[in-house]
């Protein structure tokens, strides 16, 4: 077959494809958030459900003392010999019998809704997470697709080795993608949950004409709601550093501010040598291995101190990240790094690789950490 005429047929092959991963990516897409939409709904019956529920509690617990006092009251009357005063007594035992019952049955009724509820919840959280891992898969697919089938007649070594470089870079991404998935979860969207259950709070103050209590659970909602705003700022910084385009000294400088905001590391950093001479790839690699060491000394070392120091020469970058932290076994923290599914070290010597480069990891208890990144650069630069 000509190569023109296979060319075309594949470029087909592609443009079909990647239609159908789009296809697909909406519907996840539409998917997710209806089941999201479904999942908010859920949570706040239940909410309400459990409030309700405390409520028909604390009534059948009156309603039971109140029967049993009444009880008391029959007994007496009935050995007074007041045959009155015994019927009376009768029936209002009889009546706080039955009231008592119709609680203990609401009791049981919203109970067993509310642990539908509960497993109703349970299973859209699974389904959003499947389906987030999905989502995921197909736009590294669609991400390769987008490639440029070209260049289909190299050497079989280099395309092994480009293979090889995209296994790499959709493992990386994959484990990424999880692990934002998990940090998101954690951080900004368990915060916003707090920010309803906050608000709801608030409106039973107001409904109580508690307005001095009111105020003081807003002041804290909004306080919440602040903190919140920072850490998804923060994640979408994460996904899309700006400044890269004009060199490292912009998104280093966001960084150390973004850290210093939320940990009150002091975070420095120096760069000699030109960065924005560096391709677009490398400057993402590096500042993503940057980014990694430095919340990996923030989260997991309590450092109190960060230094970068980058050197930027003719023929290699060296990059060194260094903080006063609490140190750590590098190698029993790789070996158990599938086993926890934190990835962060992984990923900083992946990313290093796909450059080109390689990260080094010196570390020890109590000892703080320092992370070498070195790489070589394009004979123009």
């Given at each position: 077959m000509p190569l023109e005429e296979l060319s075309r047929k594949l470029k087909e092959i592609q443009d079909k494809m990647s239609e159908a991963l789009h296809y697909s990516i909406d519907s996840i897409s539409s998917?997710?958030?209806?089941?999201?939409?479904?999942?908010?709904?859920?949570?706040?019956?239940?909410?309400?459900?459990?409030?309700?529920?405390?409520?028909?509690?604390?009534?059948?617990?009156?309603?039971?003392?109140?029967?049993?006092?009444?009880?008391?009251?029959?007994?007496?009357?009935?050995?007074?010999?007041?045959?009155?005063?015994?019927?009376?007594?009768?029936?209002?035992?009889?009546?706080?019998?039955?009231?008592?019952?119709?609680?203990?049955?609401?009791?049981?009724?919203?109970?067993?809704?509310?642990?539908?509820?509960?497993?109703?919840?349970?299973?859209?959280?699974?389904l959003l997470a499947r389906s987030e891992e999905m989502g995921n898969r197909f736009r590294v697919a669609l991400n390769l697709l987008s490639m440029n089938l070209e260049g289909e007649s190299e050497s079989e070594s280099a395309v092994s080795s480009d293979e090889s470089g995209l296994l790499a870079g959709m493992l990386l991404a994959e484990r990424e993608s999880v692990s934002l998935s998990r940090d998101l979860h954690d951080g900004p969207i368990q915060k916003f949950s707090s920010i309803g259950l906050m608000i709801d709070l608030s409106k039973e103050f107001l409904d109580r004409g508690d307005f001095v209590r009111a105020g003081e659970e807003l002041g804290r909602t909004r306080a919440h709601l602040a903190d919140a705003l920072l850490e998804a700022r923060s994640f979408l910084f994460?996904?899309?550093?700006?400044?890269?385009?004009?060199?490292?000294?912009?998104?280093?400088?966001?960084?150390?501010?973004?850290?210093?905001?939320?940990?009150?590391?002091?975070?420095?950093?120096?760069?000699?040598?030109?960065?924005?001479?560096?391709?677009?790839?490398?400057?993402?690699?590096?500042?993503?291995?940057?980014?990694?060491?430095?919340?990996?000394?923030?989260?997991?070392?309590?450092?109190?101190?960060?230094?970068?120091?980058?050197?930027?020469?003719?023929?290699?970058?060296?990059v060194k990240v260094v903080d006063d932290g609490v140190g750590f076994d590098v190698a029993k923290e790789r070996d158990l790094a599938e086993e926890r599914g934190t990835w962060g070290l992984v990923n900083m010597e992946e990313r290093a690789r796909l450059i080109g480069g390689s990260v080094s990891i010196a570390s020890e208890p109590s000892r703080g950490t320092t992370v070498l990144l070195e790489t070589p650069l394009p004979k123009k630069v």
């Open positions: 998917l997710r958030e209806e089941e999201r939409e479904r999942l908010f709904e859920i949570r706040t019956r239940k909410e309400d459900l459990i409030r309700e529920l405390n409520e028909v509690i604390v009534a059948a617990d009156k309603a039971e003392s109140e029967y049993r006092r009444s009880r008391e009251e029959l007994l007496g009357a009935s050995r007074s010999g007041n045959e009155k005063r015994e019927k009376d007594a009768y029936e209002r035992a009889m009546h706080l019998m039955k009231i008592r019952g119709a609680f203990e049955e609401r009791e049981k009724l919203l109970a067993r809704q509310r642990d539908d509820l509960a497993r109703e919840e349970r299973r859209i959280e699974k994460q996904l899309n550093p700006s400044g890269l385009k004009d060199g490292l000294h912009t998104p280093l400088n966001r960084l150390a501010s973004q850290v210093r905001s939320f940990s009150g590391c002091d975070v420095r950093f120096s760069i000699e040598g030109r960065a924005d001479v560096l391709p677009l790839q490398v400057r993402t690699a590096v500042f993503k291995i940057v980014q990694q060491a430095v919340m990996n000394a923030v989260r997991a070392g309590k450092a109190k101190n960060v230094k970068i120091m980058a050197c930027i020469g003719v023929d290699v970058l060296r």
